[in-house]
């Protein structure tokens, strides 16, 4: 009697387990309501960014053309120059943030496809659990004294406490200036209130 129990215990563990992985099976695998891709070669202005052939120019205008759709994704199409964000001069204005379940990523999944650029400022605030960033070198985020209330770290990406994922991604070239009392504020690259950073190399950051 003893032994049927346990197997039956046993079983019933098993399909709780099988229930549960795929639950997050289908949570993960979620297919997008919207796909917008981007490219060196596209136009913000005059094409909808549905297809690799009418992709947008700018991260910018992909994330306008998403709107609220969730889930989402923003696909970049390979180039050899960076896909500047901003200039220092909008840096702050162009910093980008996730409030929804987007996903930010290179089409070919290779990391060394793919970089974005942004001096002088933050370059990404996530604020979903399921938003996330893959497959890209995030390149030259600062944060600095002149910052205000936003000196909080020389991030590329700053999670917060809402989650958000940032896998296979090469954080690089990140500066941070500020000092207080005698020393650094924090010298963070990425700074994961929550959320998961993962796989990723970080190099070459100095605070």
């Not at 094409?47 to 910018?60: E, I, N, R």
């Not at 050899?80 to 964000?85: E, G, I, S």
């Amino acid at each position: 009697m003893s032994r049927t129990i346990i197997r039956g215990s046993l079983l019933a563990a098993a399909v709780a387990l099988v229930l549960f992985r795929s639950y997050w099976a289908k949570a993960e695998d979620a297919s997008p309501t919207m796909t917008i891709y981007v490219s060196q070669s596209g136009d913000d202005d005059n094409f909808d960014g549905l297809t690799p052939d009418t992709a947008k120019k700018t991260v910018a205008g992909a994330i306008a053309a998403v709107g609220s759709a969730s889930p989402a994704e923003i696909l970049i199409l390979p180039s050899t120059t960076a896909y500047t964000l901003g200039t220092p001069a909008n840096a702050a204005a162009a910093s980008v943030t996730i409030q929804t379940a987007l996903t930010i990523r290179s089409t070919t999944g290779r990391s060394e496809d793919v970089v974005l650029k942004l001096a002088g400022y933050r370059m990404f605030e996530m604020k979903n659990a399921d938003a996330a960033i893959r497959d890209v070198p995030l390149d030259g985020g600062m944060t600095g004294p002149s910052r205000g209330a936003d000196k909080d770290g020389a991030y590329a990406v700053w999670i917060r406490a809402a989650g958000g994922t940032v896998s296979n991604c090469v954080i690089r070239n990140c500066r941070y200036a500020h000092t207080s009392n005698g020393g650094r504020w924090n010298d963070s690259v990425v700074c994961a209130e929550g959320g998961t950073v993962r796989d990723c190399v970080i190099t070459n950051n100095v605070a």
